[in-house]
């Protein structure tokens, strides 16, 4: 896992051949007015923006999850999100098996660490990063990058 500013965006440009795509795509796009929607950027990259109220901490570890087939960059646009974190060597139950049509796996296992981030704020989830996003008060406009690997 990965948590940065924009500012510091260009040192992770070498993580993935993608990652300088994805980066490039947020420096030329409106993101406060970027409208609501998934979006194809280009081959194995995706977008989705959206702007929904927060969940409790306990809404969002129900879905406590990591991804096999792409790394996450999630980005806070305007508010604050609070994230649940644990490796996904340290998750011992998995709720379910793996869903390959939504590359998702859920594991009923509770976050090691809360993290929080806000307007300008990135983290990058590799496929070893179990996640519960969307922890917070008030609305959260924030984008999604999925990665294909």
Excluded at 102 to 115: A, N
Excluded at 118 to 140: K, L
Aim: charged share 25%; proline share 4%; glycine share 6%.
């Amino acid at each position: 896992m990965i948590i940065d500013t924009l500012q510091n965006a260009s040192r992770y440009l070498s993580v993935h051949p993608l990652v300088a795509k994805a980066f490039s795509f947020i420096t030329e796009t409106d993101l406060l007015n970027a409208a609501d929607g998934k979006s194809d950027v280009t081959d194995g990259l995706k977008a989705i923006f959206s702007k929904a109220s927060g969940k409790t901490a306990a809404a969002s570890v129900a879905k406590f999850e990591c991804h096999n087939q792409n790394i996450d960059i999630q980005l806070c646009i305007d508010g604050v999100e609070t994230f649940g974190w644990k490796p996904r060597e340290k998750c011992v139950l998995p709720n379910g098996s793996y869903n390959a049509d939504k590359d998702v796996q859920l594991y009923f296992d509770m976050p090691d660490t809360f993290f929080q981030l806000t307007n300008g704020q990135f983290v990058i989830f590799f496929p070893e990063d179990v996640h519960a996003p969307m922890i917070g008060e008030g609305d959260i406009k924030k984008l999604v990058i999925k990665i294909k690997i």
